[in-house]
């Protein structure tokens, strides 16, 4: 079935699908690699200490973790607000942006965070709840949708349309057209 006018998919485009599996597997390796450098792979030298490569893939992590908020902030606009209010996969979905923002939380205290104990906490949670992020993600891009909202339209708040087999927002141009005042 063909779109109405003002109607947007959340279909992401190819370019932007693939930058944005860019950043979120950079930033899953490159957290990884640091994990995997740090607990089990041991210095190569004489002096025990942490390995050559532990510190780059910490700032390779970073940097993909600034990123990563401007993806967010991308996927906000054009994939998180308009599927809220279409209703399909809200559970999904809400599990993978309230991990993705406790994984950015987590990393700037991670930061700042000057209790070490306090910190050591907070580090094994990002580092194990970073390691399960791609499975949310994965059961959020296979999991069927939800019944679509107009199943009942005294629950929800958004017009009833009969393109119930895409996920669609409903948009208003920004300079609305002037009306006609009725003839007398």
């Given at each position: 079935?063909?779109?109405?006018?003002?109607?947007?998919?959340?279909?992401i485009g190819p370019a932007r699908r693939l930058g944005i599996y860019v950043v979120g597997s950079g930033l899953w390796l490159s957290g990884g690699l640091w994990l995997l450098y740090h607990y089990f792979?041991?210095?190569?030298?004489?002096?025990?200490g942490p390995h050559p490569l532990e510190p780059w893939w910490l700032r390779l992590h970073g940097a993909f973790a600034f990123v990563s908020i401007w993806v967010l902030g991308l996927l906000w606009s054009v994939h998180v607000t308009p599927g809220w209010a279409g209703g399909k996969r809200r559970r999904s979905g809400a599990a993978v942006v309230g991990l993705f923002l406790w994984l950015i939380l987590s990393g700037y205290l991670l930061y700042y965070l000057g209790h070490e104990r306090l910190r050591s906490v907070t580090s094994l949670l990002h580092w194990s709840l970073g390691l399960l992020f791609p499975v949310s993600f994965l059961l959020h891009r296979?999991?069927?949708?939800?019944a679509p909202l107009t199943a009942n339209p005294a629950n929800h708040r958004r017009p009833v349309t009969e393109d119930t087999h895409e996920v669609t927002l409903h948009t208003k141009p920004f300079i609305q057209p002037a009306t006609q005042s009725p003839r007398a």
């Open positions: 079935m063909a779109r109405r006018a003002g109607q947007r998919t959340l279909t792979v041991p210095s190569q030298g004489v002096f025990p296979v999991a069927s949708p939800s």
